[in-house]
């Protein structure tokens, strides 16, 4: 299923846009982070990235005693606040992508829900347009008010009472979703009407597909599930490492503020958060 999550610059983008029936309507592909939700969490970054900091690279600078000197007071200040930093700056898009992410995979299953709800009803006889507010009706019990394809029902809905085509407002949907089944079902909900297709073929068609996909999906998901725990895991097997060493072996922890301890500390992390990259992209099974 393709999602709009991958977009790259979406601050110029607004969140909310006017719908096909002219109503306030949701961009899923754009995430528009609120000042105080961007604080936060360059403010969580920032703690970790700095404990990090002063982790791997924290005690450069001491005397022949092993006595901290002014320059490791400034050192220490300089890897903390550096860090600290970058990791800030970094959680930003990655919790905006976190947030699309989710948003994207809700869709996609409350979609199916909802193709499911207007397959019963066109099987029982109700036109397209009781369809969709049976489908609203059914998907409120299962869902809270704040679900999204109750918002997408609500314009759909409401555009057809005021004679807006409901081709168009699907259409609209499908675009602002950038979720490629919505798309696509929209294209054929299209066809169909112009051409006098078998409307309740077409959705039963699709839900089959989407089902298949999705199940498709949670066994891939499931599958991969352990190497994606082992992933977690080791993403906390080096700062873990170099914690217990500092800890228990003063003495030889004071290798790690030697020249080639500091080039074979930052060597190690580059290799690490490669790797953790390239295992992320490998996990990522897209269906």
Sequence with gaps: MSSGCGSAKKGDVPQYARSAANMRALNYGVHNMASAEKIVTFLVGFAVGAAMG????????RDALG???????????????????LAGRAAIPLR???VLRRRALALGRQFRDMLDALNTSLGAGKNVRDSFAAA?????EQYGEEAYILGELEIITR??????????LLEDFGRRSGNGDIVSFASVFRACGRRGGDIRQSVRTTHEILTDKMEIREEIDTAVTSGRTEQAAMMFMPPAL???????????ASNYTSAAGIAATT?????FVAAYFVGRAVLNIKV
């Design 159 to 168: 555009g057809v009472d005021n004679n807006f085509d409901i081709e168009d």
């Design 242 to 252: 170099i914690f217990v060493v500092k800890a228990m072996s003063p003495d030889f």
């Design 96 to 98: 905006r992508r976190s």
């Design 67 to 85: 006595r901290p000197t002014a320059v490791t007071h400034v050192l220490d200040a300089v890897s903390c606040c550096g860090a600290g930093a």
């Design 54 to 61: 002063y982790l791997f690279y924290g005690g450069i600078g």
């Design 136 to 140: 609203y009706g059914d998907l409120s």
């Design 267 to 271: 060597v190690a992390l580059a290799l």
